[in-house]
Each structure stands twice: as C-alpha cells, then as structure tokens.
C-alpha cells in the first residue's frame, strides 16, 4: 500500500510486482490539489509535475483506495478499482473512570496544516477559558498554533510537543473535552472523522464543527456535539 506517494523510482517496481502476481494499492488519504498554506508539504505538491506523478502512480496501481466519500468523488476516476475504507480505531482503550475534579480540560491536538482552522476560534476560545476559574486549555500541535494562545497565562494552559501515536493517545486521555473546528475548505471536506472517532474511543466529549466529514458521523446531542460559528463553540 502507497500512501500519498510520490516517487518515479516506485514505478518499476510496480511493474515487477505486477509480473510477479503481487498487488499494489495506492491510498490518496488527503486531497493533494487543495493543501493549506500552512501546510509544510504544500510546496511539493503545489508542483504540477509532482501532482501528474501521484495520479500516475494511482492509475498504475492495481487499486485505489480512500479514507473520505469526498475523495472518492473527486479522485475516483484516477483507477478502475476505487474503494472507500472508513477510518477505524486499531484498538479501544478501557473506559475512563469519572472520578470529582477541581478543574476542566479543554483540548486539541493535530497537525500544522490547521492553524487557520484553529486561528478562527482562538481568541473567543482563550476568553471564554480566562472567564472560568476551572478551566484549563491542553493543546498537542505545531508551535505557531501554541502562539494564537500567547494571551492565556501559563497557570490556563498547557503544552505538549508532537510525538508519536501513542503519546497523542496519552495526551487525549487527560481531556475532558475535544474541540475540531474545521474550515469549510475544499481541502478540509476530504479530510476524515478521524479526530472524532479519537475523542470518542478516550472518553473525550467531542465538540466539532458541522463541516467536511463530521456531518456524516456526528449524531449530534447524542454521540458528539456539533457546532456552526465560533458562538455555538462556546
């Protein structure tokens, strides 16, 4: 399986796959032609010969394969054989014991390709944490979405650098509750409800944004809350 891969060296050995029997499948997990500019990879993609190369490399596999319907609709044509996979969890961490705490926590965590997802909602988030004596904002990403925070004092808030999946499961079961503010962009409508699924599995409350793919897994009230604007965050 070739994960948003994007190397002419991959083409040959395809080919000697297929001559051998063996199947190769390319998974297009993000919609490559429409990433942020906050993204770190957006300059390599943003080269139309890079771009050309990835679809190539789609249609040479013997599938193809998705995480979202989004990218399906609009990269599906790339192979005869597409399939969506919706994004499951590996494994379900016991239930959290609930046990009376002095204070809140209030977390996100995610990739640098968000910061203006998150940039939307900061300042009105940093208030309304600064107006409540129990609650503290944790917050696992890049450094230049830590800084949208500046105004918070350090006794409000809390950081932690980006590590591996394990440690951002660890950094999730110290939430109590999970924001997912999500631009409606056309990158962000291909992305998966993978964030929300996360929360769930940890016992985090999810309050997410009804945009891209948290309006199809949502029930709101029921198994998450959704919001619109910035207020209905708060």
């Known amino acids: 399986v070739l994960n948003n891969i994007c190397d002419a060296d991959v083409l040959p050995v395809i080919r000697d ?3 051998r029997g063996k199947l190769t499948v390319y998974e297009l997990c993000d919609d490559l032609d429409e990433i942020p500019p906050s993204s770190p990879v957006r300059g390599f993609y943003a080269q139309p010969k ?3 190369l990835v679809k190539r490399l789609a249609n040479y596999c013997d599938a ?3 995480s979202s319907p989004e990218l399906f609709r609009k990269y599906g044509y790339l192979n005869d054989y597409a399939v969506i996979f919706e994004n499951q969890m590996l494994s379900i961490p016991p239930e959290r014991p609930r046990n009376p705490k ?4 209030v977390g996100w965590g995610g990739s640098a390709g968000h910061l203006k997802d998150m940039a939307n909602i900061s300042e009105r988030l940093a208030g309304w944490i600064l107006s409540k004596r129990d609650v503290q904002l944790f917050l696992m990403g890049s450094v230049n979405i830590w800084d949208l925070f500046k105004k918070l004092p350090e006794n409000k808030k ?6 591996s999946l394990e440690q951002y499961y660890d ?3 110290r939430l109590d509750i999970g924001i997912a503010p999500l631009e409606d962009t056309p990158f962000n409508r291909a992305r998966s409800d993978i964030k929300f699924l996360e929360y769930a599995a940890h016992g985090v ?7 891209g793919p948290y309006l199809y897994s949502v029930r709101n009230g029921r198994t998450g809350i959704l919001f619109t604007a910035t207020d209905g965050l708060i």
């Open 50 to 52: 890079n771009m050309l």
């Open 205 to 211: 409350a999810p309050v997410v944004q009804a945009a």
């Open 158 to 163: 809390k950081y932690f650098a980006p590590g």
């Open 17 to 19: 796959r297929k001559s």
């Open 171 to 173: 950094f999730l079961s």
């Open 102 to 105: 002095d204070r809140v926590i």
């Open 64 to 66: 193809l394969q998705f």
